[in-house]
């Protein structure tokens, strides 16, 4: 059974630095494209950041272009989210999430989802 698990959230200052990671078990990480998505109390979940299963492709809100950088490691069954110039605007809980091979943005398109993980950034 594949689950997901989000780490490294947590609570940092304006203008500060977190890598969120998300490990996947199961053998078929590979062949899966992966997503992050965040949730802001009394907000939709929306779409933050996918890569391809080959890591050959990336999407990014525009809210975090230049500032937030996706990355997957196969041989570890990790995906990854460098956050850096971190404002409090992007206090949320983070997701990651999977689905085949292509890269989306809607979270109706991706069928596991992680617990989600905290990140709070203070003013």
């Known amino acids: 059974q594949v689950q997901l698990v989000e780490s490294g959230g947590g609570l940092v200052q304006d203008g500060g630095s977190l890598r969120l990671s998300c490990a996947v078990s199961g053998r078929t990480f590979s062949s899966y494209a992966m997503g992050w998505f965040r949730q802001a109390p009394g907000k939709e979940r929306e779409f933050v950041a996918a890569i391809s299963w080959d890591g050959g492709i990336t999407n990014y809100a525009d809210s975090v272009k230049g500032r937030f950088t996706i990355s997957r490691d196969n041989a570890k069954n990790t995906v990854y989210l460098q956050m850096n110039s971190l404002k409090p605007e992007d206090t949320a809980v983070y997701y990651c999430?999977?689905?085949?091979?292509?890269?989306?943005?809607?979270?109706?398109?991706?069928?596991?989802w992680g617990q989600g993980t905290q990140v709070t950034v203070s003013s």
């Open positions: 999430s999977k689905r085949p091979f292509k890269i989306r943005i809607h979270p109706r398109d991706y069928d596991l």
